[in-house]
């Protein structure tokens, strides 16, 4: 069985993917995907996350783990997802000695012992700390910056840290990332790529991320577009989806602004810098896989 975990990241997808990828869940468990519903595995995944922390997983775990999430026969699930964007731990907890998620690859090491006989793959969408960080605190109870972010340096935080002590820690998992400045663009094959389809093959919601960005107008004419031009490659959908975003973007949807106290213009720059920079680091990260429009 494949196992695939979408661990978040904290705000950067608000229950999106999931909300699209339940619209194909009847087609879906047709082919042996299967979506158990999130309310019935998120609590029993992380109190088996930490059983096993302190004790190795026993010869009926993984069997039990499965009867008691999914309502369809695990024989019959070729592939299952996953979805907790509090795996790693809650958005409060963000942030220890300079680190984001520090205890992420300890966590899929675990899983990784209850799937012991099955193929694990991380989705992680990532976002720029410029307003990735503001967002997350603005989610926590904390009420002091630096006390969120545990007394470290915003231009010492990185990605590319997490997922590397992700692949040292649990080497077994596969990652796939994806930034989410991007997901408009990619929307329809992250949602393929989750499913293990093939490129183009035909799913509901493929543009349901573009819908929320774009104006009513747009849309009516990106969608006249796609009808008149049916065998478009995934390659140039996305130069019709940026053309028509040039025209008919909505500009509160699209431009994020940062308000955070002692944040200079300067600051928000390098940070941005940095994470693209960055980017590229995580594209060269063996066992990694980057989604990129």
């Known amino acids: 069985m494949q196992v695939i975990l979408h661990a978040g990241a904290h705000c950067t997808d608000d229950g999106r993917l999931l909300k699209t990828l339940f619209k194909n869940r009847t087609a879906f468990q047709e082919r042996g995907i299967a979506l158990p519903r999130p309310r019935h595995y998120r609590q029993l995944l992380s109190a088996t996350v930490k059983a096993l922390s302190k004790r190795p997983a026993g010869p009926d775990s993984r069997m039990a783990f499965l009867d008691a999430i999914m309502d369809v026969d695990a024989d019959e699930v070729d592939r299952l997802f996953l979805h907790s964007e509090n795996f790693f731990c809650v958005p409060k907890l963000g942030f220890q000695k300079g680190r984001i998620y520090p205890l992420a690859g300890s966590r899929l090491g675990h899983l990784s012992q209850l799937f012991a006989e099955d193929e694990i793959e991380l989705f992680l969408g990532i976002r720029n700390p410029a307003t990735h960080l503001p967002a997350m605190f603005a989610a926590t109870p904390h009420t002091h910056f630096v006390e969120f972010i545990d007394g470290a340096d915003p231009r010492d935080i990185y990605w590319s840290d997490l997922i590397t002590s992700i692949r040292q820690e649990a080497p077994n998992v596969r990652v796939t990332v994806w930034c989410n400045e991007d997901t408009p663009l990619i929307w329809g094959e992250l949602i393929r790529e989750i499913a293990g389809l093939a490129a ?15 104006s009513p107008e747009g849309m009516t004419r ?3 577009y796609l009808k008149s031009h049916p065998d478009m490659t995934e390659m140039q959908t996305r130069r019709v ?52 429009p």
């Open 200 to 214: 183009n093959e035909p799913i509901e919601g493929g543009f349901d991320l573009l819908s929320e960005i774009m």
């Open 222 to 224: 990106f969608g006249s």
């Open 241 to 292: 989806i940026t053309a028509f975003l040039d025209k008919f973007a909505i500009d509160d949807m699209v431009e994020e602004e940062v308000d955070l106290q002692g944040w200079t213009e300067p600051l928000i720059d390098q940070l941005t810098e940095q994470y693209e920079e960055d980017i590229f680091e995580i594209s060269r990260i063996p066992g990694v896989t980057l989604l990129s």
